[in-house]
């Protein structure tokens, strides 16, 4: 069996020679041709070909999704970016065939996904002629990697006692925390919310806690600081790393049963939808006053093995505000973002403009709000010091 390929395409004078690829079809099959125009794609068998081109024919009806997966059987694109070819590989197909016949995975895709997990986790065990449904799992592990389990070099600092998880974004500790009882919600990048209520131990028992929670990249969790039996928190989806593997959140969630439980705060949904909320702040004198800072965030693959492009349309980072206890949110203040580059794997659209914290601070009558934004510096609103109801830069960053 000869080792090239061809690959030709209309309008196109020249042929670029291929490599062996074995996985494209059997040794028992004839070489092909592949010619692309406008409407079709048609394969010529390579005796064919040699004959005059006699056509041996199938057509398929042309699609981005057909050709990048094409260009994956290939291999990358010879482009002088590396990390441009790499977006014509496995996991921009992996995305694409997700997203067909659209060509970005939009929230409302995600929330059929989760209602469709949370449909059949309702399920009971059940058996039909062609499939069976066993809703009752059991967790098999493991449960963490000792540090002596790892391969060397693999950590930094790790003892033979150590276990690792992956990361960790965010943590809250109850304002009622004393030596015998204290309970600590974390936050994890892929991993959801966790809780334990003996953080004190020597070693803390962990249990999951994202019930009602429709996504597991977690941002952000605090207490709200007008409710001193440290009931109610607030968790915000989204991580707000601005790594090519940072998953985008649905939104803001609150916990009035200790984490139990968790509703989506509704006005948060257009606001942080396909964005990371990386900061939360509840004014210690309204619960009804909440502030979020949202966050470049990527969508369509995982926490683990990497995202994809920011689609176009989706909200302004910045910092937000409701006065409404949820209800509704407005941008208050935002400065320009970086602009998705659709050339390269992630976007190149990372951290500039995102708020990566929230501090209120009410020394009197009046709630003053610090907001933190990457690339600009630290903002504060104060009618006291400033005057006005505009936010004031007190702190300018150099940049980069």
Partial sequence: MKTNRWFTRNRLSSHLRIATV?????AAAAMAFVAANNSSLTLLSGESAGKGEAKVQARWARSDAFMRHFQTLLGPARTKDAEQSASDGAAQEAYDNRAYPNKWIHAAQRQAAANAASAVGKLSGSTSATFAIQ???QELGPSGVPA???VAGESTGGTAATIFSGRTTAIAVVPTCTPSSCTVFIGAA??????????LASSPSWSPASNGIESNAIGSIVFDPNDATGKTLYVGTGEPNGSGDSEAGVGLY???DFGNNWTLVAGSASVA???SIGAIAIDPADANHIFIGTDVARHGSSSVNGGRFTPPGEPQVGLYESTNGGATFTRVLSKPSDIPDPGTVNGADFFRGGVSHIELYRPSGETQVYASLFDYGVFRR???LDHDTAFHRVFA???G
Avoid: C, E, F, M
């Fill in 397 to 399: 960053s150099a940049g």
């Fill in 254 to 256: 609150k916990s009035t």
């Fill in 273 to 275: 939808t396909g964005r």
């Fill in 135 to 137: 809703a009752n799992w």
């Fill in 148 to 150: 002596s389990a790892l």
């Fill in 190 to 199: 892929g991993g959801g919310v966790w809780k334990t209520s003996n953080a």
């Fill in 382 to 384: 104060s009618t006291t």
């Fill in 22 to 26: 074995g996985t494209l079809i059997s």
